[in-house]
């Protein structure tokens, strides 16, 4: 398949850290002019479906039986499915297009084929089996969705609690205020035993409470996907064998939040409450959320301030297309976000800056090491942090692609001290180089120092609808 980078816009700025970045984004347009301009395209239409018969449509173009471009097509519509999986979720894919192309996908997503992590995924959160149907293209559902608000309720004395993969934040707050508010350090991706897990949810959930007179709502911000406050499926406990994560941690936060009393409890994807927390602090809606933490977490807010029920994992979007690109030892994919905007993308790029790690270090002890470096203006260590930047300008354009977005706001660990700073400006410059009419449009900001460390816990304070305060 290398023909299809024939197709492909070469970006205008490069870091010599990567120089072999692909932009998503470059690959996905320039693959789209090629199409119109051999003035043989065909249609396709493709819809995603997920819980209660909501479905995501997206139509595009590829070249027609007669420019022999079958593997570029094959190229172009993965990485696209692929996106659009992982964006808005969903356990069906209905296709209308070129029949050859449509048996490539049903082969691609199945139980044994190229992408069958991600079938399996889809099954597991959704608890359907994952199918692809072919049709002809005018029997492919329209776009039938619907949004809900999320948060923002601010009475009464609310535990706000942020499960991270490096460490768990809690805070205690009173009428929206935070009276209190701590971080600990934990490694619940190293740990088999569950109990690992509710121990630490527990401890600081009961922190936060004795810091108050009572408790009267309880929220929670965690990596993965969750489902009337249950967990599906969270890298936060991949080392937990599938049958104690269905007896012990399916249902983790609501057991911890019985022994706080019985008070409303809610349970969203860090993402989703990124961008809750956005939307709070920037007064605006239409935001997009990105946390640079253990992975790459996001979420939407959109322009009538609702969520979407998107499932929003850009960690597994392609963020490169390039196929020599690092692979996510997760899903066994290429050019997946989670390596470009998570403290993993620090780790890839030190090396390559002449920044050597040592890899008995934790992965957040790394991290630490090369933001210190930036504090003392190590150009070395700054040049990783301009690299993140410039994948995260072009990723934005590309996320455009699929989000109506006014606003981006990147925060977690990764975004701290001075590196957030040159993430913004690379990430900025990309934008009015490269996208000028998106960078009108759109702008990119980081929260002030405090709102990096605790916004996020506070805006899952705001989750629980408390209709009486005792």
């Known amino acids: 398949m290398d023909n299809i980078f024939t197709y492909y816009r070469k970006p205008n700025i490069i870091s010599e850290l990567d120089p072999d970045f692909v932009p998503s984004i470059l690959g996905h347009l320039g693959f789209i002019d090629a199409v119109k301009k051999s003035n043989h395209s065909v249609d396709v239409k493709i819809s995603i479906e997920r819980t209660q018969g909501q479905k995501s449509t997206y139509q595009t173009i590829v070249f027609d039986d007669s420019q022999n471009q079958y593997e570029a097509n094959c190229f172009y519509i993965e990485r696209l499915i692929k996106s659009l999986l992982w964006i808005k979720g969903g356990w069906k894919i209905i296709y209308g297009g070129p029949l050859s192309l449509g048996n490539y996908i049903k082969e691609t997503f199945s139980k044994n084929g190229l992408r069958a992590f991600d079938v399996a995924f889809m099954s597991r959160i959704y608890e359907k089996e994952f199918i692809v149907e072919i049709k002809d293209i005018k029997d492919v559902p329209m776009t039938e969705e619907s949004t809900k608000s999320l948060g923002r309720h601010l009475n009464g004395c609310r535990i706000g609690f942020d499960a991270g993969g490096s460490d768990r934040k809690v805070s205690a707050v009173i009428d929206g205020i935070a009276i209190y508010s701590e971080e600990v350090v934990w490694h619940p991706k190293l740990e088999s035993d569950p109990a690992y897990h509710y121990q630490g949810i527990l401890e600081s959930m009961k922190n936060a409470a004795s810091k108050m007179p009572r408790v009267d709502g309880i929220g929670v911000s965690a990596a993965g996907v969750y489902i009337d406050n249950k967990a599906m499926a969270a890298s936060l406990f991949i080392k937990v064998p599938i049958d104690l994560f269905n007896q012990q941690v399916k249902n983790i936060f609501i057991n911890a939040a019985k022994e706080i009393g019985d008070v409303p409890i809610e349970v969203a994807n860090d993402g989703d409450v ?42 597994f979007v392609p963020a490169d297309f390039n196929k020599d690109a690092m692979i996510d030892e997760w899903s066994l994919d290429y050019g997946c976000g989670v390596k470009y905007f998570s403290q993993d993308a620090v780790i890839k790029l030190a090396p390559r800056a002449g920044i050597n790690l040592d890899q008995n270090l934790s992965p957040a002890d790394q991290l630490k090491i090369v933001q210190n470096l930036v504090e003392q203006n190590d150009e070395k260590a700054i040049r990783i942090f301009d690299t993140i930047g410039i994948y995260l300008g072009y990723n934005i354009a590309y996320y455009a692609e699929f989000y109506d977005i006014k606003h981006v706001l990147i925060l977690g660990r990764v975004t701290s001290g001075k590196g957030g700073d040159a993430i913004l400006r690379y990430a900025t410059k990309v934008l009015e180089t490269e996208f000028k009419e998106l960078a009108q449009k759109i702008k990119i900001s980081l929260p002030d120092e405090k709102n990096k460390r605790v916004g996020q816990s506070i805006a899952a304070a705001s989750l629980p609808e408390v209709k009486s305060i005792k």
Request: hydrophobic share 50%.
């Open 274 to 315: 990124t961008a809750l927390a956005g939307a709070m602090s920037l007064e605006a809606n239409q935001v997009l959320g990105i946390a640079m933490g253990t992975s790459e977490a996001a979420g939407y807010v959109d322009k009538e301030g609702n969520i979407t029920g998107w499932l929003n994992e850009l960690a």
